[in-house]
């Protein structure tokens, strides 16, 4: 029998390839989703080496009919979509007065449609095997809008929208979907990047003021993992020294 599958859709350097390591070591096959998907290779080999399965591919989650392509692809090849975690980005600011229709849509796009695209069709593989996980990466914008975010923060409170009647529709069909928050600043390349234009030395900040993706990637394996009598819906991650 083939191992269970996690796909990834969105499956960037940071927090999608801590997500797929931790699930290639409990002994899933990872498939990772993203727009350019040779950028997956030097994980996929990584995975491989330590002795798990992994796949990557090219998948604009913003198109249905990719999306609807892939996910058969791998329920025919590779094996039953147990987890499908969706996790694209999007994250950019702009002044509402600079915010262009296009620009808009855009990021609507990809914070909000890619969940609806992925979410929808992993219903379709999971309802009728009474079994599966949904899984969407959300943010502070989730549930607080910002100076600057108005396109983000509207498409990132309509994932939290989807993910919560998704939640109560397929919850009684053992599909447990969970909306996870992450209100912290991430330690990748691009948030240090950031903090440097602020003129903040990264190296300076106190131990674990950043969010380290490895442990995200553990948050998504601990709710994968939970039993249905306590499934969590929505969880928050922060760091200690983080304001909320």
Not at 6 to 24: E, H, K, P, Q, T
Not at 55 to 74: S, Y
Not at 111 to 140: D, H, Q, W
Not at 218 to 243: G, I, S, V
Request: aromatic share 8%.
């Amino acid at each position: 029998m083939s191992n269970p599958v996690c796909l990834i859709v969105g499956a960037g350097d940071y927090i999608g390839a801590a997500i797929a390591r931790r699930f290639a070591a409990g002994g899933y096959t990872v498939c990772l989703g993203r727009r350019n998907g040779e950028k997956s290779a030097a994980l996929v080999k990584e995975i491989s080496d330590s002795g798990g399965q992994a796949h990557g591919f090219t998948l604009d989650a913003r198109e249905e009919t990719q999306i609807e392509e892939r996910f058969a692809m791998i329920e025919n090849e590779i094996g039953p979509l147990e987890i499908v975690i969706s996790n694209p980005g999007g994250n950019v600011n702009f002044p509402i007065r600079e915010t262009t229709e296009r620009v808009f849509y855009k990021v609507w796009k990809m914070a909000c449609l890619t969940g609806f695209l992925s979410g929808r069709e992993a219903a379709k593989y999971m309802v009728p095997r009474n079994k599966g996980t949904i899984l969407f990466t959300g943010a502070t914008a989730s549930i607080r809008g910002g100076s600057g975010f108005g396109a983000f923060a509207s498409a990132k409170f309509a994932l939290r929208g989807l993910a919560q009647s998704m939640a109560r529709e397929l919850g009684p069909q053992n599909i447990h979907v969970a909306h996870l928050i992450i209100d912290a600043g991430v330690d990748t390349a691009f948030v240090k990047e950031r903090l440097e234009a602020r003129g903040i030395n990264r190296d300076e900040l106190p131990e674990d003021t950043l969010m380290n993706p490895k442990s995200v990637g553990e948050a998504y394996w601990m709710l994968h993992n939970q039993t249905r009598d306590a499934w969590t819906h929505e969880m928050d991650l922060r760091p200690f020294a983080e304001k909320f």
